[in-house]
């Protein structure tokens, strides 16, 4: 199914990933890209469990837009151990405009493919999404 207003597909892969990243927490984040030619979504990069937050954003191309999950643990000041499934759109400003265009019209289309998702964050650059940004959307 293609979105009418972008023409995207979402790879099943996609929703397969995401999936085994809620249910059954086998990834940390996931990298998805939007591949212009085939007009499809698909996982570029998977992070394991035990790879960090640094990791997840250095994954992240400097000058291109992606899609990315990240399945954020933290404890509450009640000291409960909780986590909060982040959706990122990453748009830098070096991006070229198309690029742009084409993931912000496809955004709330792939969004909706991946049910579970609980705080999106918009990033044009990295202080946009550091930890501590990620920190106060989560509680």
Known sequence: MANAASGMAVHDDCKLKFLELKAKRTYRFIVFKIEEKQKQVVVE????PTQSYEDFTASL???ECRYAVYDFDFVTAENCQK???FFI???PDTARVRSKMIYASSKDR???E???IQVELQATDPTEMGLDVIRSRAS
Request: no cysteine; charged share 35%; hydrophobic share 35%.
């Open 114 to 116: 991946l049910d579970g």
């Open 110 to 112: 792939f969004k909706r």
């Open 83 to 85: 986590s909060r499934i």
């Open 89 to 91: 759109a990453w748009s």
């Open 45 to 48: 990069k998977v992070g394991e």
């Open 61 to 63: 191309p400097a000058d």
